[in-house]
């Protein structure tokens, strides 16, 4: 089959609990993007049981198509249906390009479809877009164009690679990222149980308070510089000068276990694109930075002057964060009082 036979941008849109997740809409919005330079359609693909409702919503988001499997043995996320039934939808209908939200679903369906449909994926990018490859041509190759570019950190994190898919489809990624209807298409595949099926005896929902940092308007983040869970409190406080802030952090934090994963700022965290973005003894590793760049201002705090979060800051203070942010806290705290 040729590679001409796929059209289409495809996006897996996540569901939990009957409800549809963020990375869903998000993918949506880049799905459009890159139909536009295609001159095609965006087609969301639904997985679930009882979920046709939520067609309409993503109808309302930009999507053109609406691609639902409707099953019983779908009613919870599992590796093995869930893969079944994507497969069966790519082999159907034949996307040229298939999007995944890097969420712990997504990494897990990610790869195990790719692997079934025979061709590559390329996890957690960062930006995606249509263009020519190899990007600049070379004397003797040939240089296909609107090909997918998926670009990544590579060598952990020491360098930026942009990959392509050029032999294969359909062209997959997972990715860290109203008023009108879209067609809904109900598509049944048959499932089929094997020793790859998983059995859930018991579903146990834990009942935390714990913030969308994504939803801040000034976010105060901690690296491995804050030295402690306990100095986290001097960013909370911090926070709390400004309306909307919360505090999050870096990998580092996570794994000493300042914080919880669900604060993690990065390429293995949450992209956040906040008014205003503290960097606090963070180094300024490209997979941080890839989740924070986009703020609208970024200060950091740091005591190396040659730390890298310094090169995509907008302001940069040098010195001891323990004094620093006490001081910066105490003026925002007077400025506030006097307004």
Same mark, same amino acid.
């Given at each position: 089959m040729g590679l001409e036979e796929y059209k289409g941008v495809f996006i897996y849109a996540q569901q939990v609990d009957n409800k549809l997740s963020d990375i869903?809409? !998000?993918?949506?919005?880049?799905?459009?993007?890159?139909?536009a330079d295609l001159n095609t359609e965006v087609t969301a693909v639904l997985l679930g049981s009882n979920v046709k409702a939520l067609a309409t !919503?993503?109808? !309302?988001?930009?999507?053109?198509?609406?691609?639902?499997v409707d099953n019983p043995e779908l009613e919870t996320y599992r590796t093995e249906p869930y893969a079944q039934a994507l497969v069966s939808v790519i082999n159907e209908y034949k996307p040229e390009i298939m999007l995944?939200?890097?969420?712990?679903?997504?990494?897990?369906?990610?790869?195990t479809v790719s692997a079934r449909v025979k061709t590559g994926l390329t996890a957690d990018c960062t930006?995606?877009?249509?263009?020519?490859?190899?990007?600049?041509?070379?004397?003797?190759? !040939?240089?296909?164009?609107?090909?997918?570019l998926m670009t990544r950190p590579a060598f952990g994190g020491n360098t930026i690679a942009t990959i392509a898919c050029p032999d294969n489809r359909p062209q997959m990624a997972t990715v860290r990222e109203a008023g009108r209807a879209a067609e809904v298409i109900e598509f049944n595949p048959t499932l089929e149980k094997n020793n790859r099926y998983v059995e859930i005896m018991d579903i146990v929902k834990a009942v935390g308070n714990v913030e969308n940092i994504m939803d801040a308007k000034v976010l105060v983040s901690g690296g491995r510089?804050?030295?402690s869970a306990e100095n986290f409190e001097m960013l909370r406080d911090l926070a709390s000068c400004f309306k909307g802030g919360m505090v999050s952090c870096s990998r580092a934090a996570v794994e000493n276990g300042w914080l919880a994963q669900d604060y993690q700022v990065g390429q293995t965290g949450k992209t956040v694109r906040p008014q205003i973005y503290f960097a606090i003894g963070i180094s300024g590793a490209i997979q941080h930075v890839a989740g924070m760049e986009e703020s609208d201002l970024i200060i950091a705090i740091n005591k190396d002057e040659d730390a890298p979060i310094f090169d995509v800051a907008d302001y940069g203070l040098v010195g001891d964060l323990k004094k620093i942010v006490p001081q910066l806290t105490a003026a925002l705290k007077e400025a506030n009082a006097d307004a």
């Open positions: 869903a809409f !998000e993918l949506v919005g880049k799905a459009k993007e890159l139909a !919503e993503l109808g !309302e988001y930009g999507a053109d198509k609406v691609i639902v995944v939200g890097a969420t712990a679903i997504g990494r897990d369906l990610g790869p930006k995606l877009e249509i263009g020519d490859f190899p990007i600049n041509a070379m004397p003797g190759q !040939e240089q296909k164009h609107n090909q997918l510089g804050v030295g």
